[in-house]
Nanobody
Framework: QVQLVESGGGLVQAGGSLRLSCAAS????????MGWFRQAPGKGREFVAA????????WYPNSVKGRFTISRDNAKNTVYLQMNSLKSEDTAAYYC?????????????????WGQGTQVTVSS
């Protein structure tokens, strides 16, 4: 069982930066692939980033590649999402999630555990 709590969201101007954090409880955190997803009003849940348990492999969609960076600190049971050069289209609720699989990690259906979300609003 893993419980996830996101923090770090807020209001930022276009071109600015934010760092989201996701604190996990559970002794098996280090064995999970961790992901970030986002959902804007009226839209589906969109994959943002994922990272393997070791941190050795990461995935990003083209929409955030080069701007967002996912990382994790297993000693602190925390995964981060550094977001730079933010755009108005990045406005959404951001969710942290955990999965035991390494297959199809861009698919939100593969994730077993979810946080409650944190809102990111980018003003233009």
């Amino acid at each position: 069982q893993v419980q996830l709590v996101e923090s770090g969201g807020g209001l930022v101007q276009a071109g600015g930066s934010l760092r989201l954090s996701c604190a996990a409880s559970g002794r098996t955190f280090s064995s999970y692939t961790m992901g970030w997803f986002r959902q804007a009003p009226g839209k589906g849940r969109e994959f943002v980033a994922a990272i393997t348990w070791s941190g050795g492999t990461t995935w990003y969609p083209n929409s955030v590649k080069g701007r967002f960076t996912i990382s994790r600190d297993n000693a602190k049971n925390t995964v981060y999402l550094q977001m730079n050069s933010l755009k108005s289209e990045d406005t959404a609720a951001y969710y942290c999630a955990a999965t035991a699989t390494l297959v199809d990690v861009t698919n939100f259906l593969k994730y077993n555990y979810w946080g409650q979300g944190t809102q990111v609003t980018v003003s233009s």
